[in-house]
Nanobody
Framework: QVHLVESGGGLVQAGGSLTLSCAAS????????MGWFRQAPGKGREFVAA????????YYADSVKGRFTCSRDNAKNTVYLQMNSLKPEDTAVYFC???????????????WGQGTQVTVSS
C-alpha cells in the first residue's frame, strides 16, 4: 500500500489560489494512478482530478476544469493540485488517493491521505 500525506490547505478569499501537495511513500508508489477528491459538509465524496504517474493522462471534473491543474514531481514522489480562481463552492476537505488504475470513481482507490481543509470565503 501507499502512504499519502496532504498539505497546503487553508483559508483563501474567492478568486485566490492555493496549492495542495500530496507526498507518497511506500512500495512502488510511482506505479499508481493518483486522484484528488473533495468532500463538503453534508455531501458525498466528489471527484476532482486524476492522473497516471507515467502516462501523462489527466482527467478533471467539469466544475474545476480550467481552474485546477495537477502536476507531479517524480523525484520527490509528490503530486500537486494547483487551484486558481477559487470559489466558495470549492470549500471542502480535499483528499489525495492512490489506485492501481486510472479512475474517476473514489471506490477504486484503496489508499487515502488524511485530508486537508480548503475554505474559500466570499
Amino acid at each position: 500500500q501507499v502512504h499519502l500525506v496532504e498539505s497546503g490547505g487553508g483559508l483563501v478569499q474567492a478568486g485566490g489560489s492555493l496549492t495542495l501537495s500530496c507526498a507518497a511513500s511506500g512500495r512502488s508508489s510511482s506505479s499508481y494512478s493518483m486522484g484528488w477528491f473533495r468532500q463538503a459538509p453534508g455531501k458525498g465524496r466528489e471527484f476532482v482530478a486524476a492522473f497516471s504517474w507515467s502516462g501523462g493522462i489527466t482527467y478533471y471534473a467539469d466544475s474545476v476544469k480550467g481552474r485546477f491543474t495537477c502536476s507531479r514531481d517524480n523525484a520527490k514522489n509528490t503530486v500537486y493540485l494547483q487551484m486558481n480562481s477559487l470559489k466558495p463552492e470549492d470549500t471542502a476537505v480535499y483528499f489525495c488517493a492512490a489506485s492501481l488504475f486510472l479512475s474517476t470513481d473514489y471506490q477504486h482507490y484503496n489508499s487515502w491521505g488524511q485530508g486537508t481543509q480548503v475554505t474559500v470565503s466570499s
